[in-house]
């Protein structure tokens, strides 16, 4: 695996007009999983689904891409949507490190696709457009999960010429929105150009290429954002405040920065002073009990970033989504401060988008 760096997971966020296709392509994703036992399965975390590199790998038929990437896979946000993308903050900045934008390939741009692009721009977020539902064009003849390439050359002439259409119309809306682009195979520079991907997020088709897009996004744009400390203090953003049976009120959070540990000292922003208190519980899903039992979560001692986690603690029953949470692992006071601050920038940041 990746020892040679200490670059972080990417966050990932789907946005996307209403009906284009943002939860049922996050279903696909989190369907992909590979028979358990084998290397690369996916993992579910809280509020976050993680692909790592030797699945991604394996779904794109390139077994070195671990040794061309240095990122380690990407951690896709379960929320979609743009309220989820402007909530969740990381010092001011958005939370999501990659944006997918989808679109319907039949429907072409509608508001809230403008709505998501605009937000990218203020935010400067890279993105990725996916021209989706494309195994809705009449003729289609679909090959399960198979890259855009394999499953392009199976098309009719008549389907692939329909295809081209419907991707030139929309890297010509693209333009209008001020944003060069191309279909992604097409793209020499992703840092000047968009890359259009045309998938199915109901066969699978194009996934592939779409999460080598991803990586390729990461690893050009982020590589010193996404560089970490793997035991510095734990950073990260609340996502939501939940009641658990027996637990009182918990948080899920995603953290983006350093480690979490059981036991440990957390300040979380509020709309009065920071609450402290300390770590009772960290929770991961038991997705392996297959039997329903009463048992959800299951205990861990600690966490990495870039991960999402439920923290049982007490005192967060006022928490807010959106707040940022820290570690204090020494000088709380400091710590408060930092907090204090961390809110102030997003405030700010708020009021100007
Ligand atoms: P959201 O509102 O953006 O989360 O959209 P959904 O994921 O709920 O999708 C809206 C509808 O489009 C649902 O009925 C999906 O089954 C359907 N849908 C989504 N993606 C595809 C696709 O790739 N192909 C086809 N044929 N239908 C799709």
């Not at 284009?20 to 976050?48: F, M, P, V």
């Amino acid at each position: 695996m990746n020892e040679k760096s200490n670059l972080r997971t990417p966050i990932v966020s789907v946005m996307g007009h209403v009906d284009h296709g943002k939860t049922t392509l996050l279903d696909k994703i989190r369907g992909t999983t590979i028979t358990s036992g084998e290397a690369g399965a996916i993992t579910q975390h809280i509020g976050a689904t993680e692909v790592p590199i030797d699945l991604i790998s394996k779904k794109c038929g390139d077994s070195n891409l671990a040794n061309k990437f240095i990122v380690p896979g990407l951690l896709f946000i379960d929320t979609p949507g743009h309220h989820a993308f402007t909530s969740l903050r990381s010092r001011g900045g958005a939370l999501a490190d990659l944006v997918i934008v989808i679109v319907d390939i039949n429907e072409g741009f509608m508001p809230q696709t403008k709505e998501s692009l605009e937000i990218l721009k203020r935010f400067k977020t890279p993105f990725v457009v996916v021209a989706n539902k494309m195994d809705r064009i009449h003729g289609w003849n679909p090959t399960q999960d198979a890259p855009f390439s394999a499953t392009y050359q199976n098309q009719s002439q008549r389907v692939k010429d329909i295809l081209d259409q419907k991707v030139y119309e929309i890297v010509g809306e693209l333009y209008e929105a001020g944003f060069n682009s191309n279909r992604y195979d097409r793209v020499t520079d992703f840092q000047r150009n968009i890359g259009v991907v045309p998938i199915s997020a109901s066969t699978g088709e194009g996934i592939p290429d779409l999460l080598m897009v991803l990586m390729g996004l990461a690893q050009k744009f982020l590589e010193s954002d996404l560089s970490y400390d793997a035991d510095g203090p734990g950073v990260g953003t609340v996502l939501e405040v939940k009641e658990e049976k027996g637990l009182g009120a918990t948080i899920d959070l995603i953290l983006y920065d350093g480690k979490l540990r059981k036991g440990d000292t957390i300040v979380i922003g509020s709309s009065g002073e920071p609450i402290k208190t300390k770590v009772r519980a960290l929770l991961k899903p038991n997705y392996l009990s297959e039997i329903r039992t009463e048992d959800k979560f299951r205990q861990v001692n600690e966490v990495t970033a870039a991960t999402g986690v439920k923290v049982s603690a007490p005192d967060l029953e006022n928490v807010l989504a959106g707040s940022p949470i820290r570690a204090a692992t020494g000088d709380v006071d400091r710590v408060v401060d930092e907090v204090k601050k961390e809110l102030e920038d997003i405030k700010i940041s708020t009021e100007n988008t």
